[in-house]
């Protein structure tokens, strides 16, 4: 990798190290947080919550300058080890102009959540080069009642505990389909497409030229799935990728007379034929509560030339100890 490739790692979290649970978008449930933490602690970790974590709000009551300070005094806590969002919804993205990059990566540390933190993940990637992981909240995955589904718990524990590359994820070959076949490298950056686009022109949407694009979404029209692939296509960053991966979207293409096709098709639509990059559709990743958790800026490879197509995790996302 080139020497201005670098990422920062976080270290990884060993039994006895302290969670806080935080709200850079909708607040937890209290039952669910009360739950999620119980399940934390019984893993062997200590769990903290910051303030406004339970503080009911609409989506433009909470108090934006409040929630930021309350993230970066997670990050400069040398007593929290982790940072876990409690839930997605709406919020993350108020919160960009109001966090001291320098700082998080002077003090890099775990953080997980999903959905709507997706504008927090890029953030961190983009303008800090912080590895974090986008795939399970506290408030839904982990206070479930029979526990957290067994694909989420698994990887989530294996990406943010372990120092070695996870290799090949676990995709159900049943669900593949190689839309266009080929192999690449580049850094994986999973995301949920609507907070993706809602980041382009801001300085808060990292480099994607290279990378191994993985996208999902819920709720979305079919005219607005392919508004959003359009506006990845004229803002060139469908251009720069080497790599296109398609998780799972939820409750998108139900029947429709507008678009009586599927994902494959609009993407196909979107690229034409001028793209030679490796596309994948079928990656568990997704708003389904079966899902992976991922690291957010690790090089990874996508295969769709194989017999049976892969995506893989190349290198650490965490490290046994911050270096200096």
Known sequence: MAADDVVIKPRALRHGDRIALVAPSRPGAADRLSAAASYLQNRGYHVAESPHVRIPRTYLRGDDTARAAELMACFLDDDIDA?????????????????????????????????????LNL?????????????????????????????????????????????????????LEVIKPGRSRGRLVPATLALLCSQIGTPYLPDLDDAILLVEDVDEEPYRLDRMLNQLRLSGILEGLNGLALGQFRNCFKESTVWPHGLAEMVADALGEATDMPILAGIPYGHFSRRLVIPVGVLAELDTEASEPALRILEEAAVDEIPG
């Open 83 to 119: 940072l876990f969002c409690a839930r997605g919804g709406y919020g993350s993205g108020r919160l960009l102009d109001r966090l001291d990059y320098g700082a998080i990566a002077a003090n890099p540390k775990v953080l997980v959540g999903f959905s709507d933190t997706t504008a």
């Open 123 to 175: 953030a961190l990637y983009g303008c800090c080069r912080l590895i974090s992981f986008s795939g399970a909240v506290s408030d839904l995955d982990l206070a479930r009642q029979e526990g957290p589904e067994e694909l989420t718990e698994s990887s989530l524990w294996q990406a943010v505990t372990s120092t070695a590359p996870l290799g090949s994820l676990p995709l159900d070959r049943a669900d």
